[in-house]
């Protein structure tokens, strides 16, 4: 079992940034991929960026290529993502999750966090 618990979102303008931190519980962190998901009123769950268990990987949704970077501290049990030149677009609430799989798809994840909210003012 792996708890997850962000904290970082916040109300921000357009052009700064924020870091996100996931820190999750349980065991065998290492052992898991991480991922973070996005979703803004009334739009589907989106992928936004994962890294596989030693951070040797990364992947990210087109939207936030160049802006936003993914990160983890094994030691720390903590994932973290790095938001660079927000837009107001970015708005949405963030949620991190695990998986035993590096994977873009929201439904190969096993644990997710209860999100955190960002909002980017233009």
């Known amino acids: 079992q792996v708890q997850l618990v962000e904290s970082g979102g916040g109300l921000v303008q357009a052009g700064g940034s924020l870091r996100l931190s996931c820190a999750t519980s349980?065991?065998?962190?290492?052992?898991?991929?991480m991922g973070w998901f996005r979703q803004a009123p009334w739009k589907e769950r989106e992928f936004v960026a994962a890294i596989n268990w030693n951070g040797g990987n990364t992947y990210y949704a087109d939207s936030v290529k160049g802006r936003f970077t993914i990160s983890r501290d094994n030691a720390k049990k903590t994932v973290y993502l790095q938001m660079n030149s927000l837009k107001p677009d970015d708005t949405a609430v963030y949620y991190c999750?695990?998986?035993?799989?590096?994977?873009?798809?929201?439904?190969?994840?096993?644990?997710w966090g209860q999100g955190t909210q960002v909002t980017v003012s233009s």
């Open positions: 349980g065991r065998a962190f290492t052992t898991y991929s």
């Open positions: 999750a695990a998986s035993r799989t590096t994977t873009v798809v929201a439904n190969e994840y096993d644990y």
